[in-house]
């Protein structure tokens, strides 16, 4: 099955009445969290698009689900058909979307009524760092390589707040939020950069850490494969904006979806063409 897999759950979804046929779709994600986290998160929310789609489709709707360890592997699910459907986040959007362009936005996350969350740049309780530009020589927890919020946009909120990443003591990237603010939390770094319901969600498990400084990005998108049945894919896309079921919401830890399409994913393209001068050396 490959090490890049983690988990493929395939059970679901419709109920009710007698069936004529079966549609069977799979849904593909990366773990910016702990695998069995992020199934925890999404798998009620599957179950009740199941049930929906079923219901608008007219025939029984089951839908799988894979959880890839990197961020490189979630994109090429989707991009290679091997899944129907993926959550991306912005930075892994544009990456996917430019290798191909049939990939479409079926809706995006919805954060408080808005299509943006926040990036979370954090210190240890304890620290005596409160602004960014104490970071000089320090050192810095990233996540993923390809994040959105774990390393492009907090690299660019360091290059705008003057810092380098020569200026830093030394940097790692550490994979995944929670580890990022797990690793600030234990003194292992003196900053890290995670997305804002990660940092909530440790602090309230008692990880002493605190924020010093935050940035918007654009919620995750949720993005059809190329040659998905149009008939499948508007039933999924009315499924998605629809969804209401409070358990399901509970457990996405966000507030349903919104419309999108490809020009909300501009100031990630910025972030991810200007990255260089935050490598570039210090004059």
């Known amino acids: 099955m490959g090490a890049a897999l983690v988990c493929l759950f395939a059970v679901l979804g419709g109920t009710g009445g007698p069936a004529q046929a079966k549609l069977s779709l799979?849904?593909?994600a990366y773990s910016s969290d702990k695998p069995s986290a992020m199934v925890a998160q999404i798998r009620p929310s599957l179950n009740q698009l199941a049930k929906d789609m079923t219901a608008i489709l007219g025939e029984e709707v089951r839908i799988g689900m894979q959880v890839t360890r990197s961020y490189e592997d979630g994109v090429g699910l989707?991009?290679?058909g091997k899944?129907?459907?993926?959550?991306?986040g912005a930075a892994s959007y544009v990456a996917a979307i430019g290798r191909d362009p049939g990939l479409e936005?079926?809706?995006?996350?919805?954060?408080?009524g808005a299509k943006t969350f926040r990036g979370i740049i954090c210190v240890g309780q304890?620290?005596?760092?409160?602004?960014?530009g104490q970071l000089k020589g320090r050192s810095f927890a990233f996540g993923n390589k390809r994040s959105t919020i774990g390393r492009y946009l907090a690299q660019l909120t360091l290059l705008r707040a003057g810092i380098l990443a020569e200026h830093l003591g030394?940097?790692?990237y550490l994979g995944r939020h929670d580890k990022v603010?797990?690793?600030?939390?234990?003194?292992?770094f003196d900053a890290g950069a995670l997305e804002e319901t990660t940092f909530a969600k440790l602090v309230k498990q008692g990880v002493p850490i605190r924020a010093i400084a935050s940035y918007d990005a654009a919620t995750k998108p949720w993005v059809a494969r190329q040659g998905l049945d149009p008939r499948v894919k508007q039933a999924l896309r009315q499924a998605l904006l629809n969804l209401s079921d409070p358990s399901a919401l509970r457990a996405l830890r966000f507030d349903g979806f919104l419309?999108?399409?490809d020009t909300d994913f501009q100031d990630i393209r910025l972030a991810i063409g200007e990255n260089s001068q935050f490598f570039a050396p210090v004059q």
């Open 26 to 28: 799979t849904f593909g």
């Open 78 to 80: 989707v991009v290679s």
């Open 83 to 88: 899944v129907d459907f993926a959550r991306l």
């Open 105 to 112: 936005i079926l809706a995006m996350e919805n954060k408080r």
């Open 126 to 132: 304890d620290s005596d760092v409160t602004e960014l």
């Open 170 to 172: 030394r940097y790692e």
């Open 181 to 188: 603010g797990r690793a600030v939390g234990s003194g292992l």
């Open 259 to 261: 419309s999108g399409d």
